[in-house]
């Protein structure tokens, strides 16, 4: 048990990482008031850094089109999503340079066994550019994708390190999915009569829920703690296959019964998100404090260069999936 949860962990860090780092990012373009010091520390490489924006341009490009960098966005300061894309990624990685460095405070290294990994992840990375994708990538080297798949290792260990006091568990019963018909009409009479006939021998429930519910949507997805009120109460009384006793809600009758009592697949994955959404916040919570006191920013000159429809030809779009099934 201990093993698959820890297993589950490692998975997810990657996603809850990013979600932390991107909401920090949002914030500080917002006008947080700043009180740290400005920490003295060396930027990425254009190399390194094109390495990552590179990989998720093209990966981005792949899914929306080209289109999508010239489309607006609001409430920042960029007007069209190429430069808020760049900005974004910009801050991304000055966030791993401020894990990194309270990595170096905390004495979080990569072990041997790690650095393995790193250098064979990389390599394969590597070896899969095109001549397009290094040009595009910043003339990069092997080095310079080490170097950085090194940094967001670093990173990523010390965000586990500042969960790892963290109880992110949520039982099955909290994360709870079923499945329910129901029959919603306004008069009481009528809903008496419906429920006398839904009990009968060999009913079909859907039928006269079809024929006479108000509601066309007559059968719901319930999740557990998503609502308090009587029909989820009711809901998440009734065993598999059981039919409720009419109740009144909002002014109208209902009837339920419920056809699933324990969606499994459904309640797992709830389960995962609801996990990853106590890890992620616990996690901006935990590097807020040290962010604000530690502040990095990078000012080379290469990033108001970047053109996000140079190189058409690059497509390699594999960083962050090929750290994801390293084992890492």
């Known amino acids: 048990m201990k093993a698959d949860f820890l297993k589950k962990r490692k998975r997810g860090l990657t996603l809850i990482l990013s979600c932390m780092l991107l909401a920090c990012?949002?914030?500080?373009?917002?006008g947080i008031e700043i009180t740290g010091?400005?920490?003295?520390?060396?930027?990425?490489?254009?190399?390194e850094a094109m390495v990552v924006l590179g990989s998720e341009r093209n990966r981005y490009r792949d899914i929306f089109g080209t289109e999508l960098w010239e489309m607006p966005v609001t409430g920042q300061q960029e007007t069209s999503y190429g430069p808020y894309f760049i900005a974004r990624t910009k801050e991304f990685l000055q966030d791993i340079k401020t894990l990194n460095l309270l990595a170096q405070e905390k004495g979080i290294i990569a072990t041997s066994k790690e650095m393995e990994l790193i250098r064979s992840t990389a390599k394969l990375f590597y070896e899969g550019l095109s001549d397009a994708d290094k040009a595009f990538f910043g003339d990069c080297t092997i080095k310079d994708v080490t170097n950085i798949y090194t940094e967001y290792f670093i990173a990523s260990k010390t965000a586990d390190y500042l969960l790892s006091t963290v109880d992110a568990e949520v039982s099955d019963?909290?994360?709870?999915?079923?499945?329910?018909?129901?029959?919603?009409v306004s008069d009481e009479t009528t809903a008496q009569e419906l429920h006398e006939k839904v009990l009968g021998e060999g009913a079909n429930f859907a039928y006269y829920a079809r024929q006479y519910s108000e509601d066309s949507d007559f059968e719901k997805t319930l999740a557990r703690a998503e609502q308090d009120n009587a029909l989820y109460s009711t809901a998440f009384s009734l065993e598999e296959g059981e039919i409720s006793t009419v109740f009144q809600m909002d002014g109208r009758f209902y009837i339920l019964k419920c056809t699933n009592a324990y969606d499994r697949e459904a309640t797992k994955e709830r389960k995962e998100r609801l996990e990853l959404a106590i890890r992620s916040n616990a996690l901006t919570e935990s590097y807020a404090d040290y962010a604000a006191q530690h502040i990095i920013r990078f000012r080379a000159d290469f990033w108001k260069e970047i053109d996000l429809t140079a190189y058409p030809d690059s497509a390699a779009a594999n960083f962050f999936s090929l750290?994801?099934?390293s084992g890492l």
Do not use: F, N, P
């Open 25 to 30: 990012s949002l914030l500080s373009c917002k």
């Open 37 to 47: 010091k400005t920490e003295d520390v060396g930027e990425y490489t254009r190399a």
């Open 323 to 325: 750290y994801a099934e």
């Open 173 to 184: 019963a909290d994360a709870k999915i079923i499945h329910v018909q129901q029959i919603v």
